[in-house]
């Protein structure tokens, strides 16, 4: 299988941010995960990982809140934490004025065992 997905940070505060923002966008959200957290995932579901490899994927802000259809409450909610970000989370997300991000993905290769 190959699997795609936003990954969290190492960092507490920079993950703390990024469930925040995932959150406001999408009230559904549970959480993104770390990479070691996916790892011991897939190996407790009897899953050998081939290949793990991470990027870093730039999020133009109104898009990604229009395909959750984020509420204009939340979207507000969202653009207010931003503003409110440590300059550490401001470096490591190079969060845009106007509210575009990058953050982390992972992608992880595995077979059955």
């Known amino acids: 299988m190959i699997f795609i997905d936003v990954s969290a940070p190492g960092s507490a505060v ?4 990024l469930q925040t923002v ?3 966008r999408d009230t ?6 770390a990479p070691g957290e996916w ?3 897939f190996t407790e579901a009897g899953l050998a990982v081939r290949n793990l490899s ?10 990604w809140v229009e395909r959750m259809r984020t509420p204009e409450i939340m979207v507000q909610a ?8 440590p300059i550490e989370v401001l470096q ?3 969060l845009q004025g106007d509210g575009s991000f990058t953050t982390d993905t992972l992608l992880i290769e595995a077979v059955r065992l």
Do not use: G, K, N, P
């Open 54 to 63: 991470h990027y870093r994927l730039a999020l133009e802000f109104s898009s």
């Open 28 to 33: 559904s959200h549970v959480r993104d995960y």
């Open 22 to 24: 995932e959150a406001l």
């Open 78 to 85: 969202i653009r207010a934490y931003q503003h409110s970000a």
């Open 92 to 94: 490591y997300y190079e």
């Open 39 to 41: 790892l011991t995932l």
């Open 14 to 17: 920079q993950d703390i941010w």
